[in-house]
């Protein structure tokens, strides 16, 4: 019989079972995790495997574990200091708490500005932390010095200065970082932490555990009391964590701390940077370096441009492989891979309103009238609503002479604007005065007797043969100019000859200034401007009873009238669940009568719809939404500079998503919500003839999965657009090559020769192509690290905001960045950085740059590189913009400072490296640049 093993087992399972179970016991007793004794038993069995060599340094290597070892002291020091600075600081607001009832007036108003100051860095609505940190600071010292303070109010002095002093270091520190003068997250961080730690070492720097306990106390103000919920945490948080390890790896982190002070000097308990002593010239050699800006010349190569001309076809298996890549994503034009996921769509429909359509002219008309009528009788000083309060039922108590509320309103609003502009044209105002148009005319002037009579005259001669209706009108225009400037001299000598130096200046000047304001020209009467008046009135109540109108123009939240367009915004809901209608029945009926009572009949122009759902990306297209797309970019003035002007959006974004305050955004929800459009219009809606626009969605398609056989036309077209991509690439990469072998000597021959390969590209698409109109050049200018803020750039809401706190930002700079463009819809931080890395290059340096997407190759030429005299910032311009009269400008001060301080440091670990005979091969570098490159992640 052949053996077999189960026989063994057969014969002898249950004892065999008893042992396995034994054993299985003590294993799991033995094994909980990292640091076991399982876990301890295998790096033994391993040997000493410790990690490739990172480095040499002082003749020793440094492995990977050496680095982990350093870290992880690091990481547990840090860890320690930032649980107590909390646990510290909720003890110092207890202890300012309960002492804010007995401070005096100083007292109060310190513990106000350091109230406002934390407020303002969790958030800047509250006031910019770049002001209020130094005032609270400021009125700190004040209590602390003022002798005659109370004892109560120093005591808290001393508490809100600790405490203004960690709540600073919490924003500023990150990744739970406490000594900030040392980060650690890249392995040359934690290899220039080891230099430190060896220089300290040479001067002798030692603490002991002892010494350890007296720093941490005084590091927080002597407030830290007791380190037991500390230790409970990190025990937590740590695996293994050890006390007295702990305190081993802060006496490192002082010690170092300490070795950089005697190097660099104190820095400060705030902020990382070294105590530098630049010369005032290094930081205008500085300034010119940030701030003069370069000048380039940008030709987009789309990809769509070269579709058609991609050769050969895909195999069946390269189709299929490719709809298995992206099967299951949504396609977005902003990244570079695709999606054959059907995208969610919307159906959206529209209505448009002007305030006037003659169903407010005539409602407004008759409110008017019968308001005036009522306001005789009543006496009233408002135009009251009909059917509204109690003057409907009131007596006639009021003497009929009062003049109607609408038109006496207008007709003040009339006087001060004549006022104006007489001041302007006649008293020298800041009014041009060199030539004179017609438009500049005052009413005055076109209805004297003689310009009538020679208006009459001057139509009457030109009905003869040969005559012309022009030279009439030319007659009463000569007329009417004559008038004005015979009253602007008769008005403006007098204030000229006051103005003369005499012994009697003073009562020559009076009389001047008396004879300007008898002979100034007066204001028509109301009854002769009554019927425009009148019309004005009519159109603004127009315009209210249709788009409602706002008690304070600085708060659209503000309470005032409600317009027709929010009353069918409030009855769509109404019909509707959550935005779900309930009857679409019932709320189709109610839109199609909303319309027809306001004669809306016009398709395309006051109403309509797109002619199928559309994505987020295609629904710009659909003809139905032609002319809320004209609205949109009326209403942002679209910006055609990738930098400046106005804010760009996309147009399908608000229809598709919601933006949430610091949540990102989220996708829209529900149908039939009447929304205004634009979202964020920044003109006038008062303008004749300017529609306002309110879309809702009536049909909202979530996105499906599709299959292989319905989109294979799609996915051919998606290979066809990847092999596109490489065509483009290729096409801007000769453009560039072409531009840089061109003989432009100039910025204006060169400009000509980057129009003209733009130009040959553009010749070559069809012009039906969409890339036809993209292959357009544009320029970018003010490339420099720092630029002055856009505040075009700027949502109303930030500027309302900025302007509310006293935020003068006429002439600040901010960093050079790309913000989303109609010429660079998806830009990303590379090609920004790009544009600011190359700004000091050759006149005529060419670059090709791609888009997030890689779906556009820009070809950008230095037409003016910031080295160029013409682009050089001048001392004045350093004056005015670093150290102007009202504020220094904090970006280019604390810009320079941290640089030169980075500089400093670097020289110093340059020099700290050759001491400890540092070394390191070609491929540790490579190692360590990528591991520096991705931030530790590496």
């Known amino acids: 019989m052949a053996y077999n093993p189960f026989n063994i087992f057969r014969r002898n399972q249950k004892a065999l079972f008893a042992v396995l179970t034994v054993f299985i016991m003590i294993m799991f007793t033995l094994s909980f995790g990292s640091g076991d004794a399982i876990d301890r038993l295998s790096r033994w069995l391993g040997g000493g495997r410790k990690g490739e060599v990172v480095c040499r340094l002082d003749g020793s290597t440094i492995k990977e574990s050496d680095i982990a070892r350093v870290r992880r002291g690091r990481v547990m020091a840090n860890s320690f200091m930032t649980l107590a600075a909390g646990e510290t600081l909720d003890s110092l607001r207890r202890y300012t708490d309960q002492q804010r009832g007995k401070l005096g007036d100083d007292g109060q108003q310190m513990a106000s500005a350091v109230q406002m100051a934390e407020f303002s860095l969790m958030s800047q609505q509250f006031g910019n932390p770049q002001q209020t940190i130094p005032r609270a600071r400021m009125t700190i010292r004040a209590v602390s010095e003022n002798p005659a303070a109370k004892s109560e109010d120093k005591d808290a002095a001393r508490a809100y200065l ?237 003497p009929l002479a009062l003049k109607e509320p609408a038109v006496d309103a207008a007709y003040t609003r009339y006087k001060t604007e004549f006022a104006d502009k007489v001041h302007q044209m006649f008293g020298g105002g800041a009014y041009d005065r060199s030539t004179l148009f017609t438009r500049d005319l005052l009413p005055t002037s076109t209805v004297r007797p003689g310009t009538l009579a020679a208006a009459l005259g001057g139509f009457s001669g030109q009905t003869v043969p040969f005559g012309h209706p022009a030279a009439g009108a030319s007659v009463a225009v000569s007329a009417a100019i004559a008038y004005e400037i015979r009253d602007r001299v008769k008005t403006g000598l007098p204030l000229v000859l006051g103005a003369v130096p005499s012994p009697g200046l003073l009562p020559t000047a009076l009389g001047g200034a008396a004879v300007y304001q008898a002979t100034a020209p007066q204001p028509l009467s109301i009854e002769t401007v009554r019927p425009e008046l009148m019309k004005t009135a009519t159109s603004e109540r127009a315009k209210t009873l249709a788009f409602g109108s706002q008690s304070n123009r600085f708060d659209p939240s503000g309470s005032g009238e409600k317009g027709d367009v929010e009353r069918f915004k409030e009855q769509l809901e109404k019909l509707s669940d959550k935005g779900r209608a309930k009857d679409k029945t019932a709320v189709n009926d109610y839109i199609k009568k909303f319309m027809a009572d306001r004669g809306l009949t016009k398709p395309g122009e006051q109403f309509g719809s797109t002619t199928a759902p559309r994505d987020e990306w295609a629904l710009e297209e659909d003809p139905g939404m032609r002319p809320l797309v004209l609205a949109q970019q009326s209403s942002l003035g679209r910006a055609f500079g990738a930098h400046g002007g106005g804010r760009y959006l996309p147009f399908g974004r608000s229809f598709f998503w919601t933006a949430q305050p610091n949540q990102g955004r989220r996708p829209t929800t529900g149908t039939f919500v009447a929304t205004p459009y634009p979202p964020d219009d920044r003109s006038s809606f008062g303008s004749e003839g300017r529609a306002r626009y309110v879309y809702w969605v009536t049909e909202d398609v979530q996105p499906k999965k599709t299959n292989y056989l319905t989109m294979k036309d799609q996915v051919r077209a998606t290979w066809k657009r990847i092999k596109a991509r490489e065509l483009a690439q290729q096409r801007a990469e000769a453009i560039a090559e072409a531009i840089r072998k061109d003989p432009a000597s100039s910025s204006i021959t060169l400009h000509q020769a980057v129009a003209e390969q733009a130009n040959k590209l553009q010749s070559e698409i069809p012009a039906g192509n969409k890339a036809y109109f993209r292959a357009k050049a544009f320029e970018i200018d003010n490339v420099s690290p720092l630029t002055p803020i856009d505040l075009g750039s700027l949502s109303p809401e930030v500027l309302q905001q900025m302007f509310s706190q006293g935020m003068n930002l006429a002439g600040r700079l901010q960093p050079f960045g790309l913000n989303e463009s109609e010429n660079i819809p998806y830009p990303t931080r590379d090609f920004a950085s790009a ?26 030429v230095l037409v003016r590189p910031s080295t160029d005299p013409l682009a050089l910032q001048s001392a004045d311009s350093f004056a005015k913009d670093v150290y102007p009269p009202t504020a220094p400008k904090h970006a280019v001060i604390n ?21 400890f005979r540092y070394e390191e091969t070609e491929e540790q570098k490579k190692k360590l640049d990528e591991n520096a490159k991705s931030g530790g992640r590496d």
């Open 835 to 860: 544009l600011v890395e190359n700004r000091d290059k050759p006149f005529k340096n060419a670059i090709v740059l791609p888009d997030s997407p890689k779906d556009t190759f820009y070809v950008t």
């Open 895 to 915: 810009e320079f400072r941290f640089e030169a301080a980075r500089e400093a440091r670097q020289s110093v670990v340059a020099l700290l490296k050759k001491e």
């Open 162 to 398: 600790a405490q203004l002093d960690l709540i600073q270091r919490r924003f500023v520190g990150a990744d739970g970082l406490f000594f900030l003068n040392a980060p650690n997250r890249t392995t040359r961080e934690t290899i220039e932490f080891m230099l430190w730690e060896k220089k300290a070492d040479q001067l002798g720097i030692r603490f002991t555990r002892a010494d350890v306990h007296t720093l941490i106390a005084r590091e927080f103000y002597s407030y830290f009391k007791s380190d037991v919920e500390v230790r409970k945490a990190l025990q937590k948080q740590i695996e293994g964590f050890n006390l007295d390890a702990c305190m081993d790896a802060l006496a490192v982190e002082f010690k170092v701390r300490a070795a950089q002070t005697a190097v660099f000097g104190p820095a400060g308990r705030i902020g990382p940077d070294a105590a530098v002593y630049p010369a005032p010239y290094e930081m205008f050699e500085y300034y010119r370096r940030q701030c003069s800006p370069a000048k380039y010349e940008i030709v987009p190569v789309p990809a769509e441009a070269f579709v058609e001309k991609v050769p050969g076809e895909p195999s069946e298996s390269e189709l299929k492989a490719l709809y298995d890549k992206y099967a299951n994503d949504e396609p977005n034009p902003a990244k570079e891979g695709f999606g054959f996921k059907e995208p969610r769509k919307l159906s959206v429909s529209w209505l448009a309103l002007t305030g006037e359509e003659p169903y407010y002219q005539k409602l407004a008309a008759d409110q008017l009238r019968v308001g005036e009528v009522m306001a005789k009788v009543s006496g009233l000083t408002a135009v009251p609503v009909p059917g509204v309060g109690a003057a409907w039922a009131e007596a006639a108590v009021a």
